[in-house]
């Protein structure tokens, strides 16, 4: 994912699918006529943790998103090219649809990086995706130990700094991008990478993980499936 810190496949209940998925070269490997991500073959239900949102109040995320459709992405505001696409790619996805469809889900970016996603941070990074009047974007970020348990709820392992991510001779703000990464920027020197999840989560109304998107899934695709997520 052009980092040295390297986006990973999700364990547990989720391993087999986003491995098969993987192992296509290009997205899931096979699809089911509902959904176009990657279907879990268990029930999945929507997790439970509480963090801290950007207005610095607590976030109890299965009571505040219960019964909406939900895009849930744990990452960092550093990360060169999956991060800032999959969130493009979600606002994307929701200019797509119509507007109260669009009003109808909420998207979650978790930090994984808890020393540099401080709030101004988060709200600075998180501002350049534009999703549609009225669509709840909500960062949240915690301690280390509230993120590590937010991730183990989810199904995934807790990320992990893993090395330096390359950058521009003289800009370290900037970095080679990967073919596909959507146009972002970043707001200080990258430094370290963070190993984390590949995913996004999408919860639907009824409060279960139909699916999940990994890398190479468009917007269009996800657009798709929110109609569908919407009346679960």
Same mark, same amino acid.
């Not at 960062?139 to 330096?164: I, M």
């Given at each position: 994912?052009?980092?040295?810190?390297?986006?990973?496949?999700?364990?547990?209940?989720?391993?087999?699918?986003?491995?098969?998925?993987?192992?296509?070269?290009?997205?899931?490997?096979?699809?089911?006529?509902?959904?176009?991500?990657?279907?879990?073959? &268990?029930?999945?239900?929507?997790? #439970?943790?509480?963090?801290?949102?950007? &207005?610095?109040?607590?976030?109890?995320?299965?009571?505040?998103?219960?019964?909406?459709?939900?895009?849930?992405?744990?990452?960092?505001?550093?990360?060169?090219?999956?991060?800032?696409?999959?969130?493009?790619?979600?606002?994307?996805?929701?200019?797509?649809?119509?507007?109260?469809?669009?009003?109808?889900?909420?998207?979650?970016?978790?930090?994984?990086?808890?020393?540099?996603?401080?709030?101004?941070?988060?709200?600075?990074?998180?501002?350049?995706? #534009?999703?549609?009047?009225?669509?709840?974007?909500?960062?949240?970020?915690?301690?280390?130990?509230?993120?590590?348990?937010?991730?183990?709820?989810?199904?995934?392992?807790?990320?992990?700094?893993?090395?330096?991510?390359?950058?521009?001779?003289?800009?370290?703000?900037?970095?080679?991008?990967?073919?596909?990464? &959507?146009?972002?920027?970043?707001?200080?020197?990258?430094?370290?990478?963070?190993?984390?999840?590949?995913?996004?989560?999408?919860?639907?109304?009824?409060?279960?993980?139909?699916?999940?998107?990994?890398?190479?899934?468009?917007?269009?695709?996800?657009?798709?499936?929110?109609?569908?997520?919407?009346?679960?």
């Amino acid at each position: 994912m052009g980092e040295t810190g390297q986006v990973k496949a999700l364990p547990l209940l989720l391993a087999a699918a986003l491995l098969a998925a993987c192992s296509s070269g290009s997205g899931p490997a096979v699809q089911k006529a509902a959904y176009h991500g990657v279907e879990p073959t &268990a029930v999945v239900k929507r997790p #439970s943790f509480v963090l801290t949102d950007l &207005a610095g109040e607590k976030y109890d995320f299965s009571a505040r998103t219960k019964g909406r459709p939900t895009f849930v992405y744990f990452g960092y505001t550093h990360c060169p090219d999956a991060c800032p696409t999959a969130m493009a790619d979600i606002a994307t996805a929701l200019r797509k649809v119509p507007a109260d469809l669009a009003r109808k889900a909420i998207v979650v970016f978790v930090t994984t990086d808890p020393k540099r996603d401080t709030i101004p941070v988060m709200k600075q990074w998180l501002g350049q995706f #534009s999703a549609p009047a009225g669509t709840a974007i909500v960062g949240l970020v915690g301690t280390p130990a509230e993120l590590d348990a937010a991730q183990r709820a989810a199904g995934v392992e807790p990320a992990y700094p893993d090395g330096v991510t390359p950058t521009l001779p003289g800009h370290p703000d900037q970095h080679v991008t990967e073919k596909g990464t &959507a146009p972002h920027k970043h707001f200080g020197p990258l430094g370290y990478a963070v190993t984390h999840s590949a995913a996004i989560f999408a919860y639907d109304a009824a409060d279960h993980l139909p699916v999940l998107y990994p890398g190479g899934v468009t917007p269009s695709d996800i657009a798709a499936d929110l109609p569908v997520l919407a009346k679960a």
